[in-house]
């Protein structure tokens, strides 16, 4: 049985998937886990897992940036945003793949959370009654592991829910100029879709102080912001639209879709290496464009047989390669070989 030992230094929300199949494993009796507090020794979106004693980084950031000396330090090196390129030059690199919050019931986070007064509100999120009553939306209330997975939905259902980025919170000139092209995007993709597919698209923008001056005409209304409803649209569509995050990275929303059987559409995510075969035409359709993805939403709507094959391949690779338990089982395997 393998020991492992998380050093937790960071609740970025991105590390949820990566605790529960942590905890799902040791439920199983396939590892033996513990826990340090190490708060703020690396990057916030910095792990540092030891494996029967090796030492492995787990970078969840948005961007494929590989810190370099964190790189030196380690055995192993798991990356989420991991360029192809990066993985046949850099012998070390493992990739995660998609992600998306989720959380596994166990009693000991919460009270490890606990020992630290400033991981108060972090360790909420990890209590069920507690988080459910207070309506926190990153929690094990809302995103506790069975209810983000559901088999395939065979409607005629297409989603894309989206939130804008305000290209005034920030310095950099690429960055503002990136949020700019992002959110004109995900504007034009839901009012080209409102306007075509207006009774079987379930879209929208999040509402904020920026959307209300950009886009006021395609706001999620009131009852419709919490995550629970956005969840249970996910489960009753067959068809999700995504374009790239910040960085050009994959979203949550990908593996989101995928742990529900949908069929994906997409910017293009071939230059990032994922684990397993995630091929397009296969597990997802590309798009360029707004236009481009109105196009290829009729055209996927129109075909059955490729949206169902395309749904069902996504299913397999859930249980494959996503489920959060396989998914580190997978890197594990890969590094204690």
Not at 267 to 291: R, V, W
Request: net charge positive; charged share 25%; glycine share 4%.
């Amino acid at each position: 049985m393998y020991k492992v030992v998380v050093h937790f230094n960071s609740t970025l929300h991105h590390f949820s998937q990566l605790l529960a199949g942590l905890e799902i494993l040791s439920k199983e009796k396939k590892i033996v886990l513990s826990y340090n507090l190490e708060l703020d020794k690396y990057p916030i979106d910095i792990f540092r897992i030891e494996f029967n004693g090796l030492n492995v980084f787990f970078d969840l950031a948005d961007n494929s940036r590989i810190y370099k000396t964190i790189y030196e330090q380690s055995d192993f090196y798991v990356k989420r945003m991991l360029l192809k390129t990066d993985f046949g030059q850099k012998k070390k690199l493992v990739p995660y793949g998609l992600y998306y919050p989720v959380y596994f019931q166990n009693p000991s986070l919460k009270w490890l959370f606990l020992q630290n007064f400033s991981l108060f509100k972090y360790a909420l999120k990890y209590w069920k009654f507690f988080s459910g009553i207070m309506n926190v939306k990153d929690s094990i209330a809302v995103n506790e592991l069975s209810r983000l997975e559901s088999k395939p939905c065979h409607t005629n259902q297409v989603i894309f829910r989206a939130r804008l980025w305000n290209p005034g919170n920030n310095d950099t000139e690429w960055k503002k100029k990136e949020r700019i092209f992002l959110n004109q995007q995900r504007i034009d993709i839901n009012r080209l879709l409102i306007e075509n597919y207006s009774s079987n698209f379930k879209g929208g923008i999040l509402r904020d102080a920026y959307s209300e001056e950009v886009c006021p005409d395609i706001l999620l209304p009131e009852n419709e912001y919490h995550r629970k409803v956005y969840l249970k649209e996910v489960k009753n569509s067959s068809i999700g639209i995504v374009n790239h995050g910040l960085e050009d990275s994959i979203g949550a929303k990908m593996g989101e879709y995928v742990a529900n059987g949908l069929c994906v559409l997409t910017t293009s995510i071939d230059k990032y290496k994922l684990p397993g075969n995630f091929i397009e035409g296969q597990n997802y359709l590309s798009y360029e464009t707004a236009e481009d993805c109105l196009k290829l939403t009729s055209n996927i709507l129109e075909d059955l047989q490729l949206r169902e094959n395309i749904q069902e391949n996504n299913a397999v690779y859930y249980e494959k390669y996503l489920h959060p338990a396989k998914k580190i089982q997978i890197i594990i395997d890969q590094i204690i070989k």
